[in-house]
Nanobody, 124 residues
Framework: QVQLVESGGGSAQTGGSLRLSCAFT?????MGWFRQAPGKEREGVAV???????AYADSVEGRFTISRDDEKNTLYLEMSSLKPEDSDMYYC?????????????????????WGQGTQVTVSS
């Protein structure tokens, strides 16, 4: 069974908003959103641990909000004030298991479970 499934990608105009969702199967996951442009390294966007402590990339701080609903087993990324530079393939990822003591860090290291990605395109 696929463990992570992203949805909510699509097109928006500069200044607009999108909400991405990721369905996961285990509330013990630590979760993150990552993005990757063609030819570039995959980079962290936002990370959240099991007690909802978060970390954000500087480029999205104040514009994006990561959250989780463990009753629904769903991770969210609310994106506002979108910029063309936000256009990327966005991936949901998980660390599993993830201890309560893990401190969120905007790094891909340790994330071994990945969704298939959802495309976000922001037009000028």
């Amino acid at each position: 069974q696929v463990q992570l499934v992203e949805s909510g990608g699509g097109s928006a105009q500069t200044g607009g908003s999108l909400r991405l969702s990721c369905a996961f199967t285990d509330s013990s996951y630590c979760m993150g959103w990552f993005r990757q442009a063609p030819g570039k390294e995959r980079e962290g966007v936002a990370v959240i641990n099991r007690d909802s402590r978060v970390a954000y990339a500087d480029s999205v701080e104040g514009r994006f909000t990561i959250s989780r609903d463990d009753e629904k087993n769903t991770l969210y990324l609310e994106m506002s004030s979108l910029k063309p530079e936000d256009s990327d393939m966005y991936y949901c990822a998980a660390r599993s298991p993830c201890s309560w003591s893990w401190q969120p860090s905007i790094s891909i290291e340790g994330f071994g479970i990945w969704g298939q990605g959802t495309q976000v395109t922001v037009s000028s």
